[in-house]
């Protein structure tokens, strides 16, 4: 069978505002714009915050429950890969179901999931709610931006898209912060019970305000066959990018899991061509501009992501900050993100995404290349500088980046949109940490033999020179128990200076990443379908 969906992806908007069934007036607050944007905001802040905010507290759980590290990487593992097979199924369940009852869905399902976590008494039970907090985060997502597509108009998408940026960069950023706090002050299962009330705000504003919006061409069916590719194609692809760094690039176990995600996507796109109504029609892909705001998220994720990993080990391990002080030395970035997002939000509806993007990357770069540039010695004041313009560099990445790709969707497809807009930044992250980290290694065992002999310390054996490289990929000095103190402080100075010149090396990288991002930039313009609001909020 062929398939019979047809994209208008360089529709007008008054093309696809027809699409839409003529609904009711909004009443009061139901469905009002600027308070759906708050509603959602609150709900997407939960899961956000979630995804840094569980880092600091995986020690203390280790702890408690007795875990393995091998079962407290599952914590996070858990969590990402269910979060990121299932955004784009869950955009398209929001199509087809309406992202009201979805979002609602995801924020009850969500909540729950963190209490059950704080309630844990086991390992086990912990990864197993980890991962359905990815599934029901998955579902809550997506849905956030199908709504806001929905709600506002053209000319005041870019600002909600702006002020929905902010809030993710804050509560990602924040994270740390609030962790750090919670885990020293309350205990580790005050980190997921904080959900709960959040959760229990975001339910009932989404009960009061949020109105149900559906194209009237939405999915009738589901591309099942499709559904099982495409997580089956993300699940290898995701996998493999988490054991690389354990099981080495070279090794066999990480080329089958590529290749396996490689036929699984080629599997998808000729299905996708025959079914009568598939998941991601392929149309979609003829829009140049939403191709190229996939694209750029990827990029953006991989030289953010990937250079922030390093940044939370030089500051605490390098400079022996503390959790909470460490993401205090964060701040910057994170004020330029909240202060940047609906700054940039007003340029690209003013001046349109190519610029503000193309410029944002170019800070990005730039950034990235200072951060290259830093010491063991290196004082707060120079750190901030280069963190102020990472965040001014990202705000507007993220912001034109997502309406891009919402925008130049039909809104029948919103959700799914939205679910690709997610994806592409979990794997971007994904990808940019597992990279960037080979990168580091690479450095750190081709330096720290040489540095080691040069610095006059005795001798190491292969066993224990793995061991010390393990150590300093994350900026630790290993130093055994007993060492006395002038033998000591040469292995830290080695141990520092090897990890900042596999730092150098990873952000000198995610700068060229960067940069090549700029010229993706180019290829985007305004979405042309992003005025098909349903008319019925009022502003």
Not at 56 to 84: C, E, S
Not at 313 to 331: C, E, K, R, T
């Amino acid at each position: 069978m062929t398939s019979q969906t047809t994209i208008d992806t360089a529709g007008s908007g008054d093309k696809a505002a027809a699409a839409l069934p003529e609904q009711p007036p909004a009443a009061g607050l139901r469905g009002h714009p600027w308070f759906t944007l708050i509603t959602v905001a609150v709900g997407v802040m939960m899961v956000a915050l979630d995804g840094t905010i569980v880092a600091i507290a995986n020690p203390a759980i280790q702890k408690d429950l007795g875990a393995t590290f091998a079962q407290v990487q599952w914590i996070t593992n858990g969590y990402f890969l269910a979060l990121a097979v299932s955004l784009i199924t869950a955009g398209k369940l929001g199509d087809r179901f309406g992202h009201r009852q979805t979002f609602l869905i995801g924020v009850v399902g969500f909540a729950a999931a963190s209490g059950a976590i704080g309630l844990s008494g086991s390992i086990g039970l912990v990864v197993t709610f980890r991962v359905f907090q990815g599934l029901f985060g998955a579902l809550l997502m997506p849905a956030a931006l199908g709504l806001l597509r929905a709600t506002f108009p053209a000319e005041k998408l870019n600002m909600a898209i702006g002020i929905w940026g902010m809030v993710i960069g804050a509560s990602t950023a924040g994270g740390p912060i609030l962790g750090g706090v919670l885990v020293q002050h309350v205990s580790w299962q005050s980190v997921f019970f904080i959900n709960v009330p959040v959760g229990a705000i975001a339910l009932i504003l989404g009960v009061v305000m949020l109105l149900d919006h559906r194209a009237q061409n939405a999915p009738r069916s589901f591309d099942l066959l499709g559904i099982g590719l495409l997580s089956g194609a993300m699940f290898c692809l995701v996998w493999a990018l988490i054991k690389a760094p354990s099981w080495g690039w070279g090794d066999g176990k990480t080329w089958t899991f590529v290749a396996a995600s490689v036929l699984g996507f080629a599997l998808f796109s000729f299905w996708e061509t025959r079914v009568k109504e598939p998941l991601i029609p392929l149309g979609l892909f003829r829009s140049v501009p939403l191709s190229a705001g996939v694209v750029l998220m990827v990029l953006m994720a991989i030289a953010f992501m990937g250079g922030l990993f390093f940044v939370t080990f030089y500051l605490q391990n390098v400079h022996g900050m503390d959790p909470v002080d460490a993401g205090l030395h964060l701040l910057p970035l994170t004020g330029m993100m909240i202060v940047g997002s609906p700054l940039a939000g007003a340029a690209i509806t003013k001046l349109g995404p190519r610029i503000p993007l193309a410029g944002g990357m170019a800070a990005t770069a730039i950034a990235m290349y200072g951060m290259s540039t830093l010491k063991a010695d290196t004082g707060s004041a120079l750190m901030s500088l280069w963190f102020a313009l990472l965040g001014l560099g990202l705000a507007p990445v993220m912001v034109g980046a997502t309406e891009v790709i919402v925008g130049n969707a039909p809104m029948e497809l919103s959700g799914v949109a939205g679910g690709l807009q997610q994806a592409a930044m979990q794997i971007g992250g994904s990808l940019g940490t597992a990279v960037l980290g080979a990168v580091m290694a690479s450095k750190v065992d081709s330096d720290l033999p040489g540095n080691w002999a040069d610095a006059g310390l005795p001798k190491l054996t292969d066993a224990q020179l793995a061991q010390a490289s393990e150590a300093v990929q994350v900026g630790v000095a290993p130093v055994a128990k007993g060492t006395p103190a002038e033998i000591a402080a040469k292995i830290s100075d080695v141990a520092h200076d090897t990890f900042i010149s596999g730092m150098s090396l990873a952000s000198l990288v995610a700068s060229g990443v960067a940069a090549v991002a700029i010229l993706v930039a180019l290829f985007t313009k305004r979405g042309e379908n992003a005025g098909a609001d349903a008319g019925v909020g009022h502003i």
